[in-house]
């Protein structure tokens, strides 16, 4: 049967292909979706892929900072990365920038970006590498890894003497910090549950689902991109408990998981009294 159902698909296959090209090259007139004017980017996770100006790009990739974006050169389209564009991540008053960190963005236009001593090794010949694997110079970016790969991005924190804790702002934004003091690599909430999904339906371990991510994000250059590889194994060690106190009612820290709290009730188990005899053996 499936033989049958590919041998009536084959006589429309050109068809397929043309749709293909032509998804491939840059439609004239080259126009921006949403102003009209001369349109130089393209977004691969858009629906049917519209092409931007470099200012309506940022307004429509305020709310989907993680998706691929490919620029025109002139004669092809070159991969492209939203953090070029000038997209922001503004945390603590919503999607609005806060009014106090407008100093703090300031002053930290000249400084590196901070690094712990393992992001040093991931700037080796950063000059050579291509730009949009290339993280924001002279600003304050965040790495991180959504399923539509590694990103970088530059986070404006809230400023305010009320401040939550960076960690904090970042869970309110349905990202997972790898760590608590100083987060400078942070994880999708989408992208932990794909991976728990991924390990239990098609048994893909930690490494397997990270190189996956590194050829999403470049298959050419797969070694250029930070390696996250272990900060994602500590993460979704974390995601997968949060989850089961979640599922067994406990809220925040009024108490603890005593042992054996955690566990998952099966109703098809044997539980003598309910849906078994007391007086069954239950080894027969």
Partial sequence: MQNNY?????????????ILLELEASPE?????????????????CLHQPLFCIECCQKSHE??????????????????????TGIQLHLGHGRAPCPHAIAQAQQAAGEPP???????????????????????????YLTVMDVTGVHFIVVNWCGCETAETRYILLLRAKLFPSTFKKPSTAFTFAILDDFLRD??????????????????TSSVFPHLIPDRYHELL?????????????????????RSAEKGRLALFC???PQPGINVDTNEDLDQ
């Fill in 29 to 45: 007139p080259r126009n921006c979706t949403w102003c009209g004017n001369d349109r130089v980017y393209r977004c691969l996770d």
């Fill in 267 to 269: 109703a098809a188990c």
């Fill in 6 to 18: 590919i041998c009536k698909w084959v006589p429309w296959k050109g068809e397929f292909l043309k």
């Fill in 234 to 254: 500590w993460v979704v060690q974390k995601w997968q408990y949060l989850k089961l106190l979640k599922w067994n009612g406990f809220c925040g820290t009024t």
């Fill in 63 to 84: 709310s989907l900072p993680f998706h691929r974006i490919q620029q025109w050169t002139g004669d092809f389209y070159e991969e492209s990365a939203l953090h070029m």
């Fill in 199 to 216: 390990n239990l339906e098609c048994g893909t371990s930690g490494m397997n689902y990270y190189s996956k991510l590194l050829q999403i």
């Fill in 114 to 140: 901070p690094m712990d001593d393992q992001e040093w090794e991931d700037v080796e010949d950063i000059e050579e590498n291509p730009k949009h694997l290339c993280p924001p110079v002279g600003s304050r």
